[in-house]
């Protein structure tokens, strides 16, 4: 017997309550996902949408991510509210930092990453996490970043242009009916990194909302963390 896997599906994992101390005081909260029964691959560290329009650590496809990706592909998922936001797991403290403080929040959540010795660390930023990702992530030890619906609002072209020949891989998602950046704009914007990895989604928005979209951008994750899982299953025991 097995279940089909849904919106609300949980696999299994061994998840744990975790907090996050920046370097000027905060105490932010997260969730450390991580597979059941051995050592993890990869790590994703979640960067979530907009706080000022609802963005917080459950926005869903971080929380299907999280609920998912340990089992299904060997993952380690950290995700955290960043500050001042609040979710079922609690508030971080703190206000919203317009994409500037939050630097000591991913500067958190990277110590935390190298203090439990977890492996390859991905960034994962959607909408404003993104921009997150492409201000502050060259100052740490990671892989690379995977940009789901990039706006490019406050990133500027410095700190974009700051990533070709950086030897960290670019990833970006792009979906076809995004609400602020499409993909043929986004083409032009993202060509000061040649090497950068371009993905249009046809039919996509920038919610990523359904189950149709949410396969296809944990997919795109796998792709890159841990391709030989694909494809994911629709199915599970």
Not at 163 to 172: D, I, T
Request: proline share 8%; hydrophobic share 45%.
């Amino acid at each position: 017997m097995s279940e089909e896997i849904r919106s609300a599906t949980l696999l299994p994992a061994v998840r744990t309550d975790i907090e996050l101390r920046t370097s000027d005081g905060l105490t932010l909260v997260g969730e450390l996902a991580v597979p059941e029964s051995h050592d993890p691959v990869a790590t994703l560290v979640c960067l979530h949408p907009l706080p000022t329009a609802g963005g917080f650590m459950d926005s869903h496809i971080i929380r299907k991510a999280a609920a998912r990706l340990p089992a299904m592909a060997d993952l380690a998922v950290l995700r955290f509210n960043f500050r001042g936001v609040t979710s079922a797991r609690g508030t971080s403290e703190g206000t919203f930092g317009h994409g500037d403080l939050e630097r000591l929040d991913l500067e958190a959540a990277m110590a935390f990453v190298a203090e439990r010795g977890l492996p390859a660390p991905w960034l994962l930023g959607w909408s404003f996490g993104t921009e997150v990702a492409l201000k502050h992530g060259l100052e740490h030890p990671v892989v690379g970043a995977i940009l789901l619906s990039p706006p490019l609002h406050r990133t500027r072209e410095d700190e974009l242009a700051a990533w070709a020949g950086s030897g960290k891989r670019l990833v970006v998602v792009v979906p076809e009916l995004d609400d602020y950046l499409r993909p043929a704009e986004a083409l032009e914007r993202f060509a000061v990194v040649p090497e950068r990895e371009f993905v249009a989604v046809e039919g996509g928005k920038h919610l990523w909302v359904g189950e149709n979209q949410t396969v296809r951008v944990l997919s795109e994750i796998v792709a890159r963390l841990n391709p030989a899982v694909l494809p994911l299953p629709t199915h599970w025991p």
